[in-house]
C-alpha cells in the first residue's frame, strides 16, 4: 500500500512547553540548587552608610573563625570596575554610595559559618554629605557622588525633530503635565546566585543566571584580570530573571575572586531581603511634557523632559532612554518632538533595566497625558487616538520604518469588545451621582520594538543543527532560555521545516563554550532573531538531505517534501523513505559520506542608531491597546480591576499557548506596578525587603482577560511572528489610571494606585465625598 | 554548637531517619540531607508558598516548619507524585495547561493544588484563587495555574 502523507503544519497550534515536564516533577535542577564537589559558600558584607569614607576594615576575627576559607577586599581584586559607564568596583575599597554596597566578602564551608564571618568584620567609616533627589544633585554645591562627573550627570540625551516654535504657533490647546514614575523590583522566584570554578590554567567558568552571555564575558573581564576569552558561562534553569541579568552585577565578579582566592568552586546565593535590597531596580523617572494640538485633535508638537535618579551608580537603567525616547517621539503622528533625559547621581540605589524597559515609565506618562489632551478637546479617548495612530510604513522622526503595524486596529479591536464608548460616557455622566462604588473605564497603547533592537554593532544569533542517524536533531543556539519558551518555540520552527516530531529536537543554550554567539535575551528578540536562525539552519538542513533523496529517487530536489519523518512527493504527498534511512543512507556512502550538519548565522535587516539617535534599530515594530473596567471604593480608594481586554498585533501566533502565558503573566506585572508595587526608598535605605511588604499580585487580584492577537504577518519575521513579551507589562497601568478617572474624575499622575493614594485624591476632590 | 535530634517519619511514603539540627527548618533538612531540591527556598519567611510541602494531610510552609517536628510525620514533597505508573494527575495538569513558565513556583504551586483538591475534588475558580493566594508567580499571571487546578480536580488519582 502506498502511503500518502498530508501537509501538517506546526505554526499556530497549541504546543506545551518542552521544559514543563521536568519542572513539574522536580527533575529540573535550578541554579539556586548547584552543589559541586568540594563547592564552598560566599557572603558579602554590605554597608550599612550611604554616603561614607572607608577608614579601614578589620578582617582580622573573620579571617581567625574556623572553616573561613577567604576573607577579600578592595585590596585583593585587580581593581577593574563594571556597569555601563565603569563606574562601580565590585568591591569599595575608598568610598561608599549606596545602601546596597559591598565591603567585603567571604568565603566557607557553610553558608552560616558565612553569615558569622560577615559580622565579625569591622569597618570604620566617616560619613558623606549626602543626596537623594534629581533636582538637589543637580544644584549648585551639591555633594559630588563621583569625582570625575562634578555635574553629577551620568548619562545625557538629547533629541529634537522638526520645528517646535512652528508647532506652537499651530497648536490651539497646549497640555502640560508631569508623572513621576516610582522604583519597582523584579522579584525574580529565584533569587540572585552564581557559582565560579576555577581551572589551573587561569581560566574560569561562571555558572550564572545572566540573560546576556557572550557580552557578561567581554563586560566581566576587565574586573577580573582576565581575558575574554577565558570566561566561560554556563546557564542552567533560572527562576524568572524579567530583565534583571542584562549588567554584570558585583556579586558575580565577588564569587569569582573568591573561587580564585580559594581554588574552590564558590557559590554566592542572595537572602530574599538582599534580593529586594540589593538588585537593581526598575527606573524611576520624572517626566514633564508639553504637547499641543489642533482644534480638531491633530497633534502638532511634544516635548518631553525627563531626569533618571541614577543611583550610585551606572547600570542599564540610565540607558532606558533610549526606548523611552522612541515612544515619546514616535508613538502617534506628531510632526514636532523634542526629548531630553539627564540621569543623575545620588546616593539611592541604582536601576537596571525590567522588561518593558524605559516604555513601562514613558507609556505611563504618555498615554495619560493623551487621555488629558483628549478631554481637553472634548474628544473621547478613541477618536482622539485614532485620529493621530501611526500608519503602516510610516518613517518616524528617528527614521524607523514601522512596517506593517496596526495600531487602528489595536485601539478598534480593544474598544470593540469592550463596548468602551458607551460605558464610558455612561461613567463620565455618573461622577455626580452619589454612591460608594465607581466603575470606569479606560484606554492605553503602546509602541515598542518588536524585532530586536539594535543596540550593539550585531543584534544577530547563530544556531547549528546536527541530525544523527535516527533522524534526532540537536539545535545548539545562542538564544538564552530564561523561562519564557524559547526552547519550545525553535523547536516548533525547525519541527516545521524538517518534518520531524518536536520530542526528538534537543536544544542546548546554556553554554557559551558550545553556543554561536548571540545578543541575549532581552527587548522582546528572542522568538523573532534566534527563531529565525533556527528557520534558516533547517532550511539548509532540509536542502542537503532532499539533494541526496533527489539522487536516490532519481527526483529533483523541488519535487520533495520532509513531512512526519519521511522523505514524500511533494505533490501527492506519497512517502518515498523514511527520515533516518535516507540520513543512514548519507552517513554509510563510503567515499561519498556526509553528515547533515548546518551552521547559520542571522543578523536582522536593522541598523544602529547613530549619535543624533537615528536609525531603523528594530526589524519590526509592533503595537497594544489595552482597556481596563475596574469599579474603585471610593471610601476605601481600592482599585478592583474587573476585566482586561487586550488586542495586540503578535504579527503571527506560532503557539498560543506560549503568547497567551506571556501577555497573561505581562500583564500581571504591569497591574502590580500600576496597582500595588513599590519599594520604598527613603534616604537611601529600602523600607520593604519582603513579599509581605512589597505587594505583588496574587490570584485572586488577577481580572478577567480577554486577549485578542492581530496578526499582521510579518514579512521578516519567523513564519510572520513578531517579538510580544514586553508590551503586555507596558500597557496596562495607565489603562487603569485612565478608568480610574472615568470613574472618579480624580487623576493621579504618580503610580502605584495604592487604596492609600487613591482615597486621599477622592477625599480632596471636592463633591465627592460621601 | 549546634544541638541535633535523631528523628523518624514517613518520607513521600518510605520510612526514613534523619539528624535534624533544632535550629534548621523542614526545608532545609528535605534539602539538604535528602536533596529534595524540588522544595524551593524563596523566600524563607512563609511569604511567597515556594516551599509547600504536605504534612499528615495538610499543606505547610516547610521553611516556617522546624525539622524536627517532622518526627513522627507522613510527609509529602513534589517528588513523591512521581512514581512508577506516570506522573501525578495535578502534575500533568501544569504541563498540559501551559501553566508553568520558569517553573520556580511550580512545585509549591502543585503542592498546594494537590491539598486543595484533597480537601474539595471539584474547585470553583474562586476557591482555587483563594486557595493559591500564598502562593506567588512572577511569570504567569496564575490564568493557566487556575486552570490547571481545576481541570486537575476530577481526575485527581488521591
Redesign the interface.
Same mark, same amino acid.
Request: proline share 4%.
Given at each position: 500500500m502506498d502511503k500518502i502523507i498530508e501537509k501538517h503544519s506546526m505554526i499556530g497550534k497549541r504546543v506545551?512547553?518542552l521544559?514543563?515536564?521536568d519542572?513539574?516533577?522536580?527533575r529540573?535542577?535550578?541554579i539556586?540548587?548547584m552543589v559541586l564537589p568540594r563547592m564552598l559558600y560566599g557572603k558579602i558584607l554590605r554597608t550599612d552608610r550611604v554616603h561614607a569614607r572607608i577608614l579601614s576594615i578589620d578582617t582580622s576575627a573573620a579571617e581567625a573563625l574556623p572553616g573561613v576559607q577567604a576573607v577579600i577586599t578592595a585590596k585583593d581584586t585587580p581593581g577593574g570596575k563594571i556597569g555601563v559607564l565603569r563606574d562601580n568596583p565590585p568591591l569599595k575599597g575608598d568610598v561608599v554610595r549606596c545602601i546596597r554596597d559591598e565591603i567585603a566578602a567571604v568565603a566557607a564551608e557553610t553558608e552560616e559559618l558565612c553569615d558569622e564571618a560577615i559580622r565579625l568584620i569591622k569597618v570604620e567609616y566617616e560619613d558623606l554629605p549626602t543626596v537623594f533627589d534629581c533636582t538637589s544633585a543637580l544644584a549648585n554645591g551639591a555633594p559630588i557622588i563621583h569625582e570625575d562627573r562634578p555635574d553629577n550627570i551620568a548619562m545625557e540625551q538629547n533629541f529634537e525633530h522638526g520645528d517646535m516654535a512652528e508647532g506652537e504657533a499651530q497648536s490651539d490647546f497646549v497640555v502640560e503635565g508631569a508623572y513621576n514614575v516610582h522604583y519597582v523590583t523584579?522579584?525574580?522566584?529565584?533569587?540572585s546566585c552564581t557559582v565560579a570554578d576555577y581551572d589551573t590554567d587561569g581560566r574560569v567558568t561562571i555558572y550564572t543566571q545572566t540573560q546576556y552571555p557572550f557580552n557578561v564575558k567581554m563586560d566581566i573581564a576587565p574586573s577580573l584580570g582576565v581575558h575574554p576569552g577565558d570566561v566561560r558561562i554556563i546557564q542552567p534553569?533560572?527562576?524568572?530573571?524579567?530583565g534583571s541579568k542584562l549588567d554584570v552585577y558585583p556579586y558575580e565578579p565577588i564569587c569569582v575572586f573568591l573561587a580564585k582566592k580559594t581554588r574552590r568552586p564558590v557559590k554566592l546565593i542572595y537572602?530574599?531581603e538582599e534580593e529586594f535590597i540589593a538588585s537593581p531596580t526598575r527606573q524611576p523617572v520624572e517626566f514633564k511634557i508639553r504637547a499641543g494640538m489642533k482644534k480638531d485633535g491633530t497633534l502638532t508638537f511634544r516635548d518631553c523632559d525627563s531626569l533618571l535618579n541614577n543611583g550610585g551608580y551606572t547600570s542599564w537603567g540610565a540607558t532606558t532612554p533610549y526606548v523611552t525616547m522612541r515612544t515619546m517621539t514616535s508613538h502617534y503622528t506628531v510632526p514636532n518632538v523634542r526629548y531630553r533625559a539627564r540621569a543623575v547621581y545620588t546616593n539611592n540605589p541604582f536601576a537596571g533595566s525590567f522588561r518593558g524597559y524605559g516604555n513601562v515609565q514613558a507609556t505611563w506618562a504618555l498615554e495619560t497625558h493623551m487621555d488629558k489632551m483628549a478631554e481637553k478637546i472634548g474628544m473621547d479617548p478613541i477618536a482622539f487616538r485614532l485620529k493621530n495612530a501611526n500608519p503602516p510604513n510610516q518613517i518616524t522622526p528617528q527614521g524607523s520604518n514601522l512596517g506593517c503595524i496596526d495600531l487602528v486596529g489595536c485601539i478598534e479591536q480593544a474598544a470593540a469588545k469592550s463596548d468602551f464608548l458607551a460605558k464610558w460616557h455612561a461613567n463620565n455622566k455618573a461622577w455626580a451621582e452619589p454612591g460608594r462604588f465607581k466603575r470606569g473605564i479606560g484606554i492605553a497603547t503602546s509602541l515598542h520594538n518588536a524585532g530586536g533592537a539594535k543596540i550593539h554593532k550585531s543584534d544577530g544569533c547563530g544556531t547549528m543543527l546536527k541530525m544523527d542517524d535516527y533522524a534526532r536533531v540537536t539545535i545548539i543556539t545562542g538564544g538564552s532560555e530564561?523561562?519564557?519558551?524559547l526552547d519550545t518555540v525553535l523547536a516548533q520552527l525547525v519541527a516545521e521545516e524538517l518534518g520531524v516530531p518536536m520530542r526528538d529536537i534537543t536544544i542546548i543554550n546554556n553554554d557559551s563554550a558550545l553556543r554561536p554567539w548571540d545578543v541575549g535575551v532581552h527587548a522582546s528578540r528572542t522568538t523573532y532573531i534566534a527563531g529565525n536562525s533556527a528557520v534558516r539552519v533547517a532550511r539548509k538542513a532540509r536542502d542537503q538531505i532532499l539533494r541526496a533523496a533527489a539522487a536516490h529517487t532519481n527526483m529533483l530536489p523541488d519535487m520533495l517534501d520532509l513531512r512526519q519523518g519521511h522523505v514524500v512527493q511533494a505533490e501527492t504527498g506519497l512517502a518515498l523513505m523514511p527520515l533516518d534511512r535516507i540520513l543512514r543512507q548519507m552517513h554509510f556512502a563510503g567515499a561519498e559520506a556526509e553528515l547533515v550538519m548546518a551552521t547559520d548565522y542571522y543578523e536582522p535587516p536593522s541598523e544602529p542608531e547613530d549619535a543624533n539617535h537615528m536609525g531603523d534599530m528594530s526589524a519590526a515594530y509592533s503595537h497594544a491597546a489595552h482597556v481596563a473596567e475596574i469599579v474603585v471604593d471610593t471610601r476605601l480608594g481600592t482599585i478592583k480591576v474587573e476585566k482586561i481586554w487586550s488586542a495586540q498585533d503578535v504579527g503571527r501566533v506560532i503557539n498560543p499557548?506560549?503568547l497567551?502565558?506571556q501577555?497573561?503573566?505581562?500583564?500581571?506585572?504591569g497591574l502590580g506596578y500600576g496597582l500595588s508595587e513599590e519599594l520604598k526608598i527613603v534616604e537611601g535605605k529600602v523600607l520593604n525587603p519582603?513579599?509581605?511588604d512589597y505587594h505583588?499580585?496574587?490570584?485572586?487580584e488577577?481580572p478577567e482577560?480577554d486577549l485578542t492577537f492581530i496578526e499582521t504577518g510579518d514579512a521578516e519575521g519567523p513564519a510572520g511572528a513578531k517579538g510580544i513579551a514586553e508590551l503586555p507589562t507596558i500597557v496596562i497601568a495607565p489603562a487603569i489610571g485612565n478608568a480610574l478617572y472615568n470613574a472618579t474624575g480624580v487623576r493621579i499622575d504618580h503610580p502605584p494606585l495604592t487604596p492609600e493614594k487613591v482615597a486621599r485624591a477622592i477625599a480632596a476632590h471636592k463633591g465627592l465625598l460621601g | 554548637m549546634s544541638l541535633t535530634h535523631k528523628i523518624t517519619f514517613a518520607l513521600n511514603g518510605k520510612p526514613v531517619r534523619a539528624d535534624a539540627d533544632v535550629a534548621s527548618s523542614a526545608l532545609e533538612l528535605l534539602?539538604g540531607a535528602f536533596e529534595?531540591?524540588?522544595t524551593?527556598?524563596?523566600?524563607?519567611?512563609g511569604?511567597?508558598g515556594?516551599c509547600t510541602i504536605i504534612v499528615d494531610g495538610r499543606s505547610r510552609n516547610s521553611c516556617l516548619m522546624p525539622a524536627v517536628d517532622l518526627e513522627g510525620r507522613e510527609v509529602l514533597t513534589?517528588?513523591g507524585?512521581?512514581r512508577e505508573d506516570g506522573?501525578d494527575p495535578v +502534575?500533568?495538569a /501544569?504541563?498540559?495547561e501551559?501553566a @508553568? +513558565?520558569?517553573? /520556580?513556583?511550580?512545585?509549591g504551586m @502543585?503542592m498546594q493544588t494537590k491539598y486543595l483538591l484533597s480537601r474539595n475534588p471539584d474547585l470553583t475558580a474562586?476557591e482555587?484563587?483563594?486557595g493559591?493566594?500564598?502562593?506567588?508567580?512572577?511569570?504567569?499571571?496564575?490564568?493557566?495555574?487556575?486552570a490547571a487546578a481545576i481541570g486537575a480536580g476530577t481526575g485527581a488519582r488521591d
Open positions: 506545551t512547553k521544559d514543563a515536564p519542572k513539574a516533577v522536580a529540573t535542577r535550578y539556586n540548587d523584579h522579584c525574580n522566584m529565584g533569587v534553569p533560572v527562576g524568572g530573571a524579567f537572602s530574599r530564561i523561562g519564557q519558551g499557548v506560549g497567551e502565558g501577555i497573561e503573566g505581562g500583564i500581571a506585572m519582603s513579599f509581605r505583588v499580585m496574587t490570584a485572586p488577577m482577560l | 534539602r529534595l531540591g524540588g524551593k527556598l524563596a523566600c524563607g519567611e511569604e511567597c515556594a513534589v517528588e507524585l512521581w506522573i +502534575q500533568q /501544569f504541563v498540559d501551559g @508553568i +513558565q520558569c517553573g /520556580f513556583c511550580t512545585p @502543585i474562586e482555587a484563587e483563594r493559591l493566594e500564598g502562593n506567588v508567580c512572577r511569570c504567569t499571571g496564575y490564568k493557566k495555574i487556575i
